[in-house]
Nanobody
Framework: QVQLVESGGGLVQAGGSLRLSCAAS????????KGWFRQAPGKEREFVAA????????YYADSVKGRFTISRDNAKNTMYLEMNSLKPEDTANYYC??????????????????WGQGTQVTVSS
């Protein structure tokens, strides 16, 4: 059974930092793209960041560019999202996703096959 499990969410003050992890089990995704999405209450799920199969290319939503860093460790089958200078508008449930179709960076949710259950990030002002 393939599972993606996020961890690292929590409550942080504005300006603070968090590091999310996404551990995969049941299969490896070393040849495929991975990404992070988020969904705030009452809003659509939105793209946050993506990384290609090797980790050599990344892509970010404008709203997080310069503050968030996506990375992956294929040996550990794990992906990370380092979030700095957090803002209240970053508050959302954060989901990791893995593709089985594409190796390059992808920003569309439909390009991903497997999803985690989400981890809540709350940024207080």
């Amino acid at each position: 059974q393939v599972q993606l499990v996020e961890s690292g969410g929590g409550l942080v003050q504005a300006g603070g930092s968090l590091r999310l992890s996404c551990a995969a089990s049941g299969r490896t995704f070393s040849n495929y793209a991975k990404g992070w999405f988020r969904q705030a209450p009452g809003k659509e799920r939105e793209f946050v960041a993506a990384i290609n199969w090797s980790g050599g290319r990344t892509y970010y939503a404008d709203s997080v560019k310069g503050r968030f860093t996506i990375s992956r460790d294929n040996a550990k089958n794990t992906m990370y999202l380092e979030m700095n200078s957090l803002k209240p508008e970053d508050t959302a449930n954060y989901y990791c996703a893995a593709s089985t179709l594409y190796s390059t960076v992808r920003s569309a949710a439909g390009d991903y096959t497997y999803w985690g259950q989400g981890t809540q990030v709350t940024v207080s002002s």
